[in-house]
């Protein structure tokens, strides 16, 4: 009677043993459809390679975009640097009175450091800057105010608001000047740039799920027969899955892969215009790589999409598969 | 081993393909089952194999009421059942010793146990020597006897078979028959489909009869 019995009662030991040896038969049914999968594939190596050719371009294009946004974020990063706050002192303040408003600032809890520019030293600076030695040594008085240059702890728009009006408010402080409007926009474009970028992946990261889920979906109409016959001999719905699962991954895979080399490819063709443009400028920038990390978390997602691609669209498929 | 209690298959809820089936097969018999086409034949083993659910009664296979499995338990049920078909279902690409082999791959056996039990069943059918061979390399005769040993390689208790001689001549047919005796002998149940009914005359064993979806006769073994 129990060999009829879907679950038989019987002996701890027996159980355990038989359950490893299960656990080995399902790992052995592993490794043989990830290969058999693979020389699915390789045996027609132009149809293949063509999937995983339109794979790769809808990668290849949100990964180009989110480099990019990286490269603009390590720009950013440097501009949070010069996100700096001007205090012009008033004129009549002497030096020991701007040394200690210089000391009163540096204690200020938003205050990540400040230096003080003396009347003298912001002559200097000026004359160097414009080279206007002859016209300014003519003047009798420096008309310069001493100031002092502020470098706020928290780098966002509304903290160094709120740190100028403070500044402002201790005595002897004239005006304190900021420039965040442009450092503003740059935000704002960048977060547009995120958003894009997100937005593109989620859409061709469907058209990823797209091209696996029908190359799959061919796939398991030319092996319905056989997955019909299997189903009539026990095989659950997870043994008939598991090799288009397979496919689908390899397909990620291999897309995800082409997808590196595109990116590595257009690198290439780009780098040498663009660090052109940046020596015009007097700046040394060079084009983001994709490097380990960022490889490996492409090939990663990559497969994933594949494998998910093959599991919505053998699923749908199981639904409609009853064997005769 | 099987029981059908009352057992009715309507389908779409017009055409009745059976009308209260009651019958008991017990462990260890063999049985034909008989009748013209059309007569319900295929369904009632469909039935045994949960590829339809019946629309009335209960069908007991060892004591479960089988029409309580969960749909994920049918697989596990459907392993120790050994199904014969007609037209043998053999996986065309595959050779002969994987077509055998694929209810113990399913199993998840060990390789070296699958290669012993492949080897058994198709010595038991004669075919050892065309293991390597394609479906298509075999005569009719012989691909129906590679179903058998795919059938029985899982050394199941019952064995069904629907219409296993559909296509072979008179001489074929009882070779195949005696396989099914063969097996019937060591103990397994056995369960035939057939309207070979001058075969079935020949091999004295117990008959079901089918006719418009009603058992109109039940012959014991002579």
């Given at each position: ?6 679950a ?51 990668l ?9 946004l ?25 030096e ?17 450091r400040?230096r ?35 470098v706020?702890?928290?780098p ?12 402002q ?63 009539l ?13 397979y ?5 990620g895979?291999g897309?995800g892969l ?22 015009s ?6 084009l ?15 497969t ?8 919505i ?12 | 081993?099987i029981?059908f ?21 017990r ?47 049918v697989?596990f ?6 199904v014969v ?22 199993r998840?056996?060990e ?49 069904l078979?629907?219409?296993p ?10 070779d ?7 097996f ?24 079901l009869?089918l ?12």
């Amino acid at each position: 009677m129990s060999r009829q019995s879907p679950a038989p009662p019987r002996g701890a030991r027996s159980q355990r043993t038989r359950s490893s040896s299960r656990f080995r038969g399902w790992l052995r049914h592993h490794r043989a459809m990830m290969l058999d999968s693979a020389r699915r594939l390789l045996r027609r190596p132009i149809g293949s390679l063509l999937t995983m050719l339109a794979i790769a371009i809808a990668l290849v294009l949100p990964a180009a975009l989110w480099l990019a946004l990286d490269s603009a974020r390590l720009l950013d990063a440097e501009l949070d640097e010069s996100a700096t706050l001007t205090a012009y002192l008033e004129p009549h303040v002497g030096e020991a009175q701007a040394g200690r408003i210089d000391e009163a600032m540096a204690a200020h809890e938003g205050v990540m450091r400040s230096r003080l520019i003396t009347a003298a030293e912001g002559m200097a600076e000026f004359q160097q800057a414009l080279g206007l030695d002859d016209a300014l040594e003519r003047l009798e008085d420096n008309p310069l105010p001493a100031s002092i240059v502020v470098v706020p702890s928290d780098p966002a728009p509304e903290a160094v608001r709120q740190l100028a009006g403070e500044l402002q408010a201790l005595s002897g402080v004239d005006e304190v000047r900021l420039d965040l409007a442009w450092l503003e926009r740059l935000r704002h474009l960048a977060e547009l740039g995120s958003r894009l970028a997100l937005a593109l992946a989620v859409l061709f990261g469907l058209g990823v799920l797209l091209v696996v889920g029908n190359t799959i979906r061919l796939a398991v109409e030319s092996r319905r027969q056989e997955i019909e016959v299997v189903m009539l001999i026990g095989a659950t719905h997870a043994f008939v899955r598991r090799p288009f699962l397979y496919s689908g991954a390899w397909y990620g895979l291999g897309g995800g892969l082409l997808a590196c080399g595109l990116l590595g490819l257009g690198n290439q063709w780009l780098t040498v215009p663009v660090s052109a443009l940046a020596a015009s400028y007097g700046a040394s920038f060079t084009l983001p790589r994709l490097g380990l990390e960022g490889s490996a978390t492409l090939l990663l997602c990559s497969t994933l999409l594949g494998w998910l691609g093959a599991w919505i669209a053998v699923s749908r498929h199981l639904a409609e598969i009853r064997p005769r | 081993m099987i029981a059908f209690e009352h057992v009715g298959k309507r389908y779409g809820g017009r055409f009745e393909a059976l009308a209260n089936i009651d019958f008991r097969v017990r462990r260890g018999e063999m049985v034909f089952l008989t009748g013209h086409s059309g007569a319900g034949k295929s369904s009632l083993l469909r039935l045994i194999m949960l590829l339809e659910r019946p629309t009335r009664g209960r069908v007991l296979v060892a004591g479960h009421d089988i029409g309580r499995l969960h749909p994920s338990q049918v697989p596990f049920y459907r392993r120790q059942i050994g199904v014969v078909f007609q037209d043998h279902q053999l996986l065309l690409d595959r050779s002969i010793y994987h077509n055998v082999a694929l209810p113990l791959e399913i199993r998840g056996v060990e390789p070296r146990e699958v290669a012993r039990r492949v080897r058994a069943a198709l010595d038991k059918v004669g075919l050892l020597h065309r293991e390597k061979a394609l479906p298509v390399e075999l005569s009719g005769g012989e691909q129906q006897r590679v179903g058998i040993a795919r059938a029985v390689v899982n050394k199941p208790s019952l064995l069904l078979a629907d219409e296993p001689t559909g296509n072979l001549d008179p001489q074929l047919s009882a070779d195949i028959m005696a396989l099914f005796e063969d097996f019937n002998r060591i103990g397994t149940t056995v369960m035939i489909a057939s309207h070979d009914l001058a075969l079935i005359a020949r091999l004295r064993h117990r008959v079901l009869r089918l006719r418009e979806g009603r058992l109109v006769d039940d012959e014991e073994a002579a």
